[in-house]
Every structure is written in C-alpha cells, then in structure tokens.
C-alpha cells in the first residue's frame, strides 16, 4: 500500500467552505438573540470621569448598556498568556491605550446596538500618552531571562576590535495587524448554568479557562466551540479582551449574546506585531568567516505588559561564529499589548540578520549565497548542541539553481530592462521546530469507517485533511472514510495552534490513537485458533487496503478482525507526550494552561525548519515605484504530510514577506498614541496585481530526531527572510540600502 503521507491531497473540508457550509462561530445560530456593539476609549490614557447615556438608553430596542461603574467588580482581567494578551478593560475607569473596551450596548438589532452606541458620551481626565520609541514618557528596561535567554558566548567586543572586516547597522521594522478576514466575534449563551461559548479561537481550553478565572466559575461550566476559523495568525491564540463581558452580558440579560466586533475595533482589542528596533554588528575574516555577532534588539509592549518576541534566539544560531553577544530590551508604551503574528520572533529578528549578512558579502567581494556556505553548520554555535538536521545548503543550492542566481551581475545598479533596473536578492530562512502534549480518540467500526476526535484547530491550514490522512495511513482506510471533529472542548484537549507546532502536534497523538486500535485487533487476532494469525506476533501485523495483514502477507478482512473484538466499533483515547516533555504538562493542557512546548527547551539537540528566499525585484528609473515580477523559496521541513496544504502554507508565507517589505505598516498619530489606517482600504497589503510568479521548492528531508513521524513544521518559515530579501534585492538594483521596513517610493527618490 502507497503511504498517504506525503501525497497530495485536497481538503475534506473544502466543499463546505466554498458552499458555504462550514460554520464558523459567528454563524452558529442561537435562539431570540441579543446584539452587543463595543464602547471603546477615544483617549490613549487617563480616567473616565462619567458617562452620558440617557440619548441611547431612550433609544427603542436597547436592552442595556454595561460599563465598569455597572459591572466592573463581575470580571477579573484574563491572566497574560505567552502569545500575549490583553490589559485591563472595563474592570477600572483606567484607561491603557485608545480604542480600550469601556462598555457594551446591548440591543434587539446590530443595528440599533450600533446607533446607540454612537450616541453615549464618554467625559475623559486625559492625560498625554506615549506611543512608541522616542516618545516622552515610555519606559525602558531589559527583557529579563526566563522564557526567551541572551547569549554570550566567547569574547565579543575583542573580536569586533580585531575584525579584519566588519560591519555596524541599525535597522528597523513597524507595527503590523493581522486582520484576519474572519471579524473578531464572541456568542454567548447561558443554559442551566453552563456557558456556551462561539469564538474563532487557537487554544479553546485556554479560552475555556481564563473565562472560568475571569468570572469565577468552574471551567467545567464552560463550553467553548471553535470549529473553523477564518484566518488567525496568532490574533485568536490568547485570552481576548472581550469574551468574559459578552458571557456577563448574556447572564445578565437571559438570553444569548452576539457580539461581531467592527474591523477597526480589531486593531485595538486584539493583538499585533509591535514595532523593532535592532543593533547589529558582524565582524568576518577576509576569506569570509564570521568571527563575532552581537544583536541587541528593542520591542514595543504595553504599559502593564512585559511581552516580548526576542528573536535573537534565531540569529544566534544561525551561522557558525565563536564570539556571539546578544541582548533583548522592552519599550512600555501607552499601548494595548502585542502578541503573536506569523513567525513572531523571526520575520523581525531576521530581517536585520540577513540584509547584515548582504552588506558583509558586499564588503568581502563574496557571493551572499556564498557566504552563507562559507558559514554554515551543522553545530549550534551557541550550546554545541547538533541540529537534528538542517539542509539549509540543500535550500541554498536548489534556490539559486532554480531562479538562475549564477548569471547575476554583482555590482548594484547593472542590470536593466528598459527604463527598469533589475535587482536580485537572497536570505536564509529559519523557524523552530517544536511539538506539545495532546490527547486524541480514535474509533474504527467493522464497515471501515473511521472517526477522530481532538480539540484542534483548523485556522485555514489544512488541519482537518492532515488529522484524515493520519488516521486513514494508520488505520488502513481511504481518507474518505475518516470523519474528523474538532475545535469543540467536549473534545480530548488539543495544544494551542501556533508556533508551527500543531501538526506535529495533532498527528503524533491521532497516531497513537490509531496505533491503540491496531494492537486491539492484533491481540485479539492472535490468541484466537479460528482466524488465519494463531501464533503470530501481535506487533508484527497491522492495517492496510481494509485488511488486517501479517508481513507474510496473511491476511483477513477488517470486518472480522473488528468482530472478533466488539459488535460496535472499537475506540481508543490516546495521550501523547514528547519525549523530554514532563507529565505535568499533559495535565497543563486539560486545565487549559499556555502549552509546553518541545522545542526551544530540548537538550539532545537543536531542531529547526530551514529554508532560502531569492526575489527579483525591479525599480523604474524614473517613478521609483517597485515591482517583485518572482520569487523563489526551497524550503527543509521534514516529513510533509500533505504537499498541497504544504505548498499553500509556503507560498502564502512568501507573499506575507513581500507585504512586510513593501506594504505592510500600522500607522500611528504620535501625538494621540492612535492606529490611524485602522482598515483594509488603507492598511495596504498585497493583491493579485503585486504578485506574479511564486516558485515554491520542497527539499526531501527525513529527520527521525526531531520527532517519530519528523515532521518539523511549515506554516511560519515561508514569511521569514523574504522581507530581507527584497531589501538586498532593491540595493542590487539601486544601490540604496533601506534598513527601515516597509520600503516605498519616497526611501528611493
């Protein structure tokens, strides 16, 4: 039998969300529900003095307008999570950031919700905010050690004092918003004392239980369902600022409650990727050897936030150098707190490391890939630990290979077509490869079909089909005949979908579970005097083509090997556990805790997703406006489960990257700490006319160290590096080196 692992396969998912079929939370109905409208700061800091709501109570079909003076004390705020999170909102008349939830209007209609709504005044103590770096008032401290650690190793500063070449640049990149299609939506309904909750959510046990902590209930009380999500890119990872009110609202009113934040409110009681500021410094012998690397990076949080991405973890260990220093500050801004956004710590981090990294070939006389070459390792530099594998060579070479780098002309400026110069650029791409605890049923009747059940997430990945070909490979069965449930906390518990983790995540814990049902059968088949595997051994026999099969090629159909064991179906319950991942952390997981993850904290060995960037851009002579007319990127990610999903992930990652270098920055009022393009008219990503060719590179890697079944993880790599490689792309072309992302029109006229 073929393995289903690593054919293409199309989504079992994908009829009903082109029919329109697939529910996301916004669209489950409830019964006779209410709409709430959010009232929200239009002040960056300071106090609420009082509110005028008399216009909109007066209004007819408002039902109640809640604000902290009427149900602060229901509420604590939701505990902080890794993928950060939300300051306080209506718990206090304090106010953190502009746009900061004061209060909810509750109405018959969105519609009437919404007028009143615009018809509350809200009397402010102002105070004056500050907004990001440079700002009077923020405030500056180090990141202390604990989840992310700096580096020193060797003797930095004697190796830069010594360098025969070197380099010392500052480099910058902006604050960025998800916007996930999908609005940021909540509905809550009460029955008998148990909350139901509707949310587009990444970890629904988490969100299951910071809303039992905020409104101190069990979280066995509480039901969360998340069954698709329509795009999330850590948005919908962490406690909201949100849920908890919208559940007061529904207990208080007895009748459920649905709440579809506005686009524009999504940038401020949600999260985002915060602005970065970086210091980097690179020394080289002149044959090309890397010799020092000191990075020392600034984030923006929130005033009660220590969040932060610290992505020299990465750049520490990207190329082999004896000497390496780095250091991580945090900038407290009048802000709401940031949190995850596809390849958090490395589409920043990164970006100064790899546009470093041209300059230096430029000063060395040597080819960037090249030089990457020259420093490659198998080693990570900062621990000697080894990687579990890492074919960034393979990438490197398979890259250049396919988008023809070996006919490029060196020197910046010298190629043209037409009125256009023509630039070409590299970078490396890297992205941890990490794995959590999870539990998964499995179940198998005698007709062949096939259920799993988990509480994973399916966040417009492909979730779904790779959870079907997992149990279909174990199991023996075609795909079609798997039906997978998830996103519901009825459901065995399921790690948070982030980090490029889930995959590996959710496959390794349906494995076991299918495994469970295999030996079941297998036991039972060989103990018995009446089938064909008397006196076989049980480990030795397993499931293919709807049979059960012995390596002899004895056989008998699945229908009596299921028999022999139930009437019914059999069902396993599995709980998979990394290696070198404690207990304790499967019992996190059913409490709805922040997950652990196997990656980063690993002492046998260093396990990463690697991958190269190559682009061309072109830049009229006379307008300056820039066009990308392709992109290449190969990519080492181990096992591919499903190459169609696969090549999504990695081509929508590449076209993330050409935004982030280009197109992508929230703007701020500096004066007002305010989100001015809060809306996808003015918040310019890329559209069909920015891309043209997107060549993905899928390089063969089998890793059986990083995990049983090596899958490592793709859906983040495929953003990382791209931004810096179109920036040395735009030097090629130019000869202006920009250091502050996004790169426009005006930063080369």
């Known amino acids: 039998m073929t393995s289903l692992i690593g054919q293409p396969r199309t989504r079992i998912d994908g009829r009903a969300k082109v029919t329109g079929h697939a529910l996301y939370p916004s669209d489950e109905a409830v019964k006779n529900p209410a709409w709430a409208f959010l009232l929200t700061s239009a002040i960056a800091k300071g106090r609420i003095k009082s509110f005028d709501l008399e216009e909109a109570l007066r209004l007819p079909g408002v039902l109640d307008i809640l604000t902290h003076e009427k149900v602060g004390n229901e509420a604590k705020p939701p505990k902080m999570q890794s993928g950060g999170g939300t300051t306080t909102t209506m718990e206090s008349d304090q106010i953190w950031h502009d746009g900061q939830i004061i209060g909810v209007v509750l109405a018959d209609t969105y519609e009437i919700a919404r007028d009143a709504a615009f018809r509350v005044r809200v009397h402010y103590d102002k105070e004056q905010p500050s907004a990001t770096f440079d700002c009077p008032g923020v405030k500056e401290e180090r990141r202390e050690p604990g989840e992310h650690e700096d580096y020193a190793v060797g003797h930095v500063e004697a190796a830069l004092a010594a360098a025969e070449v070197s380099g010392d640049e500052r480099y910058e990149t902006p604050t960025q918003h998800h916007n996930p299609i999908e609005l940021f939506t909540t509905t809550a309904e009460w029955n008998e004392g148990e909350l139901t909750i509707w949310e587009p959510s990444q970890f629904v046990y988490g969100l299951r239980a910071n809303v039992a902590q905020q409104i101190g209930i069990d979280p066995a009380q509480v ?56 210091h980097l410094q690179l020394a080289a012998t002149h044959d090309g050897k890397l010799t020092a690397l000191r990075h020392e990076g600034w984030e923006v949080t929130s005033r009660p936030s220590d969040y932060n991405v610290s992505g020299t973890e ?56 090249e030089l990457r070459r020259r420093n490659d390792t198998q080693i990570n530099p900062t621990d000697g630990l080894p990687y579990s594998s890492r074919h960034l060579i393979e990438c490197l070479d398979q890259g250049a290979e396919r988008f023809g780098w070996s006919t490029r002309s060196p020197d910046p400026g010298s190629m043209r077509d037409g009125d256009w110069l023509v630039g070409w650029g590299c970078a490396s791409a890297a992205y941890p490869s990490n794995i959590a605890s999870t539990a998964a049923r499995a179940t198998l009747r005698a007709d062949g079909h096939a259920n799993v059940e988990i509480a994973g997430h399916d966040i417009g990945t492909g979730a779904y089909t790779v959870a079907a070909i997992t149990a279909a490979e174990k199991l023996g069965v075609s795909v079609e005949k798997v039906a997978v449930h998830m996103g519901d906390t009825n459901l065995p518990p399921a790690s948070l979908a982030a980090g490029s983790s889930h995959t590996a995540t959710i496959t390794h814990a349906i494995a076991k579970a299918c495994d469970g049902i295999v030996r079941k059968l297998a036991e039972a088949a060989v ?55 404690p207990p304790e952390s499967m019992d996190k997981l059913y409490q709805g805790q922040p997950p652990m993850l196997r990656g980063q904290q690993r002492k046998d060995v260093r396990a990463y997703a690697f991958g190269a960037q190559f682009v061309e851009v072109r830049v009229h002579r006379l307008t300056c406006e820039i066009r990308v007319p392709r992109m290449v990127g190969a990519f080492a990610s181990g096992t591919i489960v499903n190459p169609l999903t696969a090549h999504s992930q990695y081509l929508g990652g590449m076209i993330w990257g050409l935004g982030a270098a280009l197109e992508e920055k929230t703007e701020i009022d500096l004066r007002h700490a305010r989100y001015v393009n809060d809306n996808i008219s003015e918040y310019h990503i890329p559209v069909n006319a920015d891309v043209a060719k997107v060549d993905v590179i899928m390089v063969p890697e089998t890793d059986d160290r990083v995990n049983p079944l090596g899958i490592k993880g ?36």
């Open 527 to 581: 103990v018995t005097s009446e089938g064909p595997f008397a006196g076989y051994d049980p480990a030795s026999l397993r499931l293919a083509d709807g049979k059960l099969v012995a390596p002899d090629s004895t056989a008998e159909p699945l229908e009596q090997a299921v028999k022999r064991v139930t009437n019914g179906a059999i069902e396993v319950h599995a709980e998979h556990i990394p290696e070198g991942l």
């Open 714 to 749: 793709l859906g983040e790599i495929g953003i990382v590096g791209m931004n810096a490689a179109i920036a040395n792309a735009v030097w090629h072309a130019t000869g202006r080196r920009i250091r502050k992302l996004p790169i426009r029109i005006e930063d080369l006229l």
């Open 223 to 278: 039901h969360v369902v998340s069954k698709f999500v329509g795009g999330a890119f850590g948005s919908k990872g962490g406690a909201t600022a949100r849920t908890a009110w919208i559940a007061i609202a529904a207990r208080r009113l007895g009748r459920p409650v649905k709440l579809v934040a506005t686009r524009d409110q999504g940038f401020t009681i949600a999260t985002y990727r915060a602005e970065t500021r970086h």
């Open 314 to 369: 990465t750049t520490a260990r990207m190329y082999a150098c004896p000497n390496i220093l780095t250091r991580v500050n945090i900038i407290h801004a009048d802000r709401n707190t940031p949190g995850f956004m596809r390849a958090p710590p490395d589409t920043p981090y990164m970006f100064p490391l790899e546009v470093a990294m041209d300059e230096l070939a430029v000063k060395l006389g040597i080819d960037p890939v």
